[in-house]
């Protein structure tokens, strides 16, 4: 039984395989086609996922999409109706393009899937899941667990915004919502838009910022914008908002309540304001997640907690979430955007509509999330030197030892191995290497390689056996979801004058033995790496420990800002000539900046778009 599963139209298309509910394959459109958030028809991600299954489109039993297209069609003439005739402008401008298109998805499904085999008859194959669904789905049947509450949080979905749902088993009953236009997710994206990043890509910044500034804006934010109930449920006041009926998410309100204008990206500079926004926008969302979990634990009583969604990829909220205690284990869904409801709407076909059983596992359905394209030796030799590289094949001892040097001598080294990671974050995979003990590396990686902004911090991949020596952690994190603190005799008391500084003054304060994956405030994005689900990683893991008695690397995704996540050997190969990265390791061939012809060099400084 073959389940294709797909998300697209909106944003981060993505395509899943899933063979007897098994998922083989899973990547993200914009992987191929360049286009960072791409939300065209991901007609190359199901290429690719049924070519790593070795079948046909005419194989597939069933297609399924991520959401029902017509319910959103309602939100939008309700919404307009509710507000008419405010916002008649934003709608007649949505209008054709869903007369045209939107109202008829399965007709573009089908002539999308027309492209891929004309020969295949997959019309009446169609199926359609609700997002939230998708979400939750995505969530427990991917999980551990037999048994688990399932909480998604999201901008929004059809209606939906937030969902509870109770897993056992193959059942995944929905108990509780909240609807648009009442949503975390939006609140939060309109307070990104007011500090000037972009909508979707921009929320890491604000997570990042936010410990920087103080939350001087909490009640204010209480007071006005949100209304929290004890359980944890909340009430937007919709007169600072403006996502319900324009193109902007705050209104006039919005910029009078915190006396200035939204702030112009690349413009305005970053103020203490800013900070201070960012911090307290970060603490209403983490007290609103544990109201309302603590809410659920106490209903449920269930030990295990999945969780879904764009709000699920807050992993400073996941942070504390685990750290209260309410469940013995959280699991979260490492493709918790809407990549990640192509594999929930198959799952969610396998288990509720097919009635196939949860099998009993003792690790997740992910597999890492290493799902994406790999390429053999002989494929990644002859790609690089028909892109123009100059390379060295060497033995895999060899690799582990020259990476480890030139980690040492402090080289940002672009690591491309294996199978690409599904999911917004870089693995071990597709990853940039650095020293995570050096204080320069994350300003020389920020402006030298990714070319964003200097404040954004980077995270740490370490060894799962030596997790519990370096951070106030000890239990899996394998998908970068979850932020813990360095433990104390790792950390470096700081001066009178350090301690005065504020805001982005902060930053070049050596905070640590690992300065460069620690944040302004001792906390750090963990990614644990186990001889399982990555062996080459956690072997030079291994290796840089035995030469330098540290088991953690600087690991960010290898690409620019602006640019998705390198897919191929050429992608590789053109970022590593297009940033100031030292070394590039593909599979087992070594390159160096050095010894690379010269033309072939490209600014990407100058090229990339501000994501």
Request: hydrophobic residues 40%; neutral net charge; proline residues 5%.
């Amino acid at each position: 039984m073959r389940i294709l599963g797909i998300s697209a139209f909106y944003h981060d298309s993505a395509a899943a395989l899933l063979v007897d509910g098994r998922i083989v394959a899973a990547a993200q459109e914009e992987r191929f086609t360049r286009k960072k958030f791409d939300a065209s028809f991901p007609g190359q991600a199901i290429r690719f996922c049924l070519d790593q299954a070795g079948c046909t489109l005419g194989d597939v039993d069933h297609i399924v999409f991520h959401d029902k297209p017509l319910r959103k069609f309602e939100r939008l003439l309700q919404t307009y109706a509710a507000y008419a005739p405010q916002g008649f402008w934003s709608f007649r401008q949505a209008v054709p393009t869903w007369i045209t298109g939107k109202l008829y998805h399965k007709r573009m499904l089908t002539a999308g899937f027309a492209a891929i085999d004309p020969s295949a008859r997959v019309s009446d194959l169609i199926l359609f899941a609700e997002h939230h669904q998708s979400h939750a789905a995505s969530a427990f049947y991917a999980s551990p667990f037999d048994e688990a509450l399932v909480l998604t949080m999201d901008g929004v979905g059809e209606w939906v915004t937030t969902s509870v749902a109770v897993g056992r088993g193959s059942k995944l009953t929905v108990e509780k919502e909240i609807r648009f236009p009442h949503s975390l997710g939006l609140l939060y994206a309109a307070v990104t838009q007011y500090l000037g990043f972009k909508v979707l890509s921009g929320e890491y910044k604000v997570m990042g910022l936010a410990p920087y500034g103080t939350p001087r804006f909490r009640e204010l934010i209480l007071d006005h914008l949100i209304d929290v109930k004890p359980d944890g449920t909340f009430h937007l006041d919709q007169s600072y908002f403006a996502y319900s009926t324009g193109q902007a998410m705050t209104s006039d309100k919005f910029s009078a309540l915190f006396g200035r204008p939204p702030r112009r990206p690349e413009v305005d500079l970053l103020e203490p304001f800013h900070m201070d926004l960012a911090a307290s926008l970060q603490a209403v969302t983490e007290e609103i997640i544990l109201a309302m979990c603590r809410d659920l634990a106490r209903q449920y009583g269930l030990a295990n907690l999945c969780l879904a969604g764009g709000v699920a990829l807050n992993c400073v909220a996941n942070g504390r979430l685990l750290r209260s205690g309410l469940f013995q284990n959280i699991w979260i869904q490492p493709a918790a955007g809407d990549a990640g409801c192509a594999v929930g709407a198959a799952l969610a076909v396998w288990h509720q509509h097919l009635g196939q059983p949860k099998p009993l596992a003792e690790s997740d359905a992910m597999q890492g999330a290493f799902l994406g394209p790999n390429y053999t030796q002989p494929e990644i030799e002859s790609r690089l030197a028909k892109a123009g590289a100059v390379f060295e094949v060497v033995d895999d001892a060899t690799l582990l030892d020259r990476t480890t040097d030139a980690l040492i001598r402090q080289d940002a080294v672009g690591w491309f191995q294996g199978r690409m990671e599904f999911g917004p974050r870089a693995l071990g995979a597709r990853s940039i290497l650095a020293d995570a003990r050096s204080p320069k590396v994350r300003r020389q990686l920020n402006l030298k390689v990714k070319y964003r902004e200097s404040f954004r911090p980077f995270a740490p991949a370490v060894l799962r056996e030596d997790v519990a020596e370096w951070f106030e952690f000890d239990r899996d994190s394998p998908y970068m979801l979850f932020t813990a603190d360095v433990r104390p005799e790792h950390r470096r008391d700081m001066t009178q004058a350090e301690r005065a500084l504020f805001g982005i003054d902060k930053l070049n304060i050596v905070r640590s033995t690992v300065p460069a994956i620690t944040h302004v405030d001792y906390s750090a994005r963990l990614q644990t790496v186990s001889p399982d689900t990555n062996p080459r990683f956690h072997a030079l893991l291994s290796r840089f420990k035995a030469a330098t008695g540290c088991p953690i690397l600087v690991n960010t995704s290898f690409n620019v800002r602006g640019e998705p996540i390198v897919c191929t050997p050429e992608d590789a190969f053109r970022c590593f000539m297009g940033t100031e990265i030292d070394m590039l390791v593909a599979g087992n061939c070594i390159l160096h900046k050095s010894r690379q012809d010269q033309s072939l060099l490209k600014d990407y400084k100058h090229d990339i778009e501000a994501d």
